[in-house]
């Protein structure tokens, strides 16, 4: 669905390409004693269309973390692992892609481009037929730049996601069920190479993503949209212009507006009266402060989850009921974190990016 990015020539590889090898030496030495087989043996499954520039951005942002000397075929488009280095920075991300790389039977395929419209970082194929993720360089570019170890993170998150659609059993689920099914594992890989190249760095680790959203600040020539992700220990953050492009990715430190905690009671499948004072204060404070986010933690231990989940249904559509507006009310700046230990209890808070 997505327009194909096709080879432009004018394009300069900043790092020079090497050669498709005619042929890998073992296929022809096996070739020639009559065996077909080791061809797949030795096949590469991730396949990486785009211009040489943008081939060489991606790369350049999977080598050093994972290790891995990484080399693209132009004319097969595949990836091959040519080299590994011990102890890199990210083990995470180095045994992710050598499963992908090396995987016999299974192919991945991104399309690398810098003005799909519509697409946000990746976008999960929508045609089984042509299952192929469509990437923007240059959004992982921007956040690479300003969030180290984020633009290689949500590599690794698009990666994973799109060789993990490649199961049988996906495909046999039903497609419309497709990115739901492998989205989770795909973020959990993002998050420990996060974590890994963080700390490789002496950085402050990010946290998992809680949720994601957008806002918007200043007004008329200075009004600006900003995404925000919440995340355990800090925001992520970037400004969106026009084209969809990405500038000033920044992280910014958790500024809390306000903490609740509301005992949990089977009794009360919806919010308990007492709540109507914390969801008129939220309310309050989500419209004094268009960047903030709502984490609504449900400590539970017997066999609670589910009220802790219906509150936090609830908290959500009775505050949308006050504010009245769309974007400060969206479910997408809310979190639900469910936490099996405790005492049958939420705490709410609210937080907003910093300084
Ligand atoms: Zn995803």
Do not use: C
Request: aromatic share 6%; hydrophobic share 35%.
């Amino acid at each position: 669905m997505k327009r194909r990015h096709e080879h432009d020539e004018r394009d300069t590889p900043p790092t020079p390409a090497r050669a498709d090898p005619p042929e890998h030496p073992l296929i022809g030495l096996q070739r020639q004693a009559g065996n077909q087989s080791v061809t797949a043996a030795i096949q590469r499954t991730l396949e990486v269309t785009g211009s040489d520039r943008d081939v060489a951005s991606m790369l350049g942002m999977l080598r050093r973390p994972s290790g891995l000397d990484l080399v693209h075929h132009r004319k097969t488009h595949q990836v091959t692992i040519e080299g590994r280095k011990d102890k890199p920075p990210s083990p995470a991300l180095a045994a992710k892609l050598t499963e992908v790389i090396e995987d016999p039977a299974r192919v991945a395929k991104v399309n690398l481009g810098r003005k799909q419209e519509g697409v946000g970082f990746g976008e999960f194929p929508t045609d089984e037929q042509n299952p192929v993720q469509e990437l923007r360089i240059d959004h992982f570019e921007a956040l690479e730049k300003g969030v180290p170890g984020a633009g290689t993170a949500t590599l690794a998150h698009e990666i994973t996601e799109n060789y993990a659609a490649t199961d049988q059993e996906v495909h046999d689920a039903g497609w419309e069920f497709a990115h739901s099914r492998v989205h989770p594992g795909a973020e959990a890989e993002a998050n420990q190479v996060l974590e890994e190249l963080q700390l490789s760095r002496g950085d402050k680790p990010s946290g998992r993503r809680q949720t994601q959203y957008t806002f918007t600040s200043g007004k008329g020539p200075t009004e600006r949209t900003t995404w925000a992700e919440a995340r355990e220990n800090q925001y992520h953050l970037w400004d969106v212009g026009p084209g969809g492009t990405i500038t000033h990715a920044r992280t910014a430190p958790i500024v809390r507006l306000a903490e609740f905690s509301l005992e949990l009671s089977a009794l009360w499948k919806v919010l308990p009266t007492t709540a109507a004072p914390v969801v008129a204060r939220i309310a309050e404070l989500i419209t004094a402060n268009p960047s903030a986010s709502v984490t609504l933690r449900g400590y539970t231990r017997t066999g609670q989850q589910a009220t802790a989940d219906e509150w936090y249904w609830a908290v959500q559509s009775e505050v949308a009921e006050i504010v009245g507006d769309s974007i400060l009310a969206s479910a997408q700046r809310y979190a639900f974190e469910p936490v099996l230990a405790g005492d049958n209890h939420v705490v709410i808070t609210v937080n907003r990016p910093g300084p």
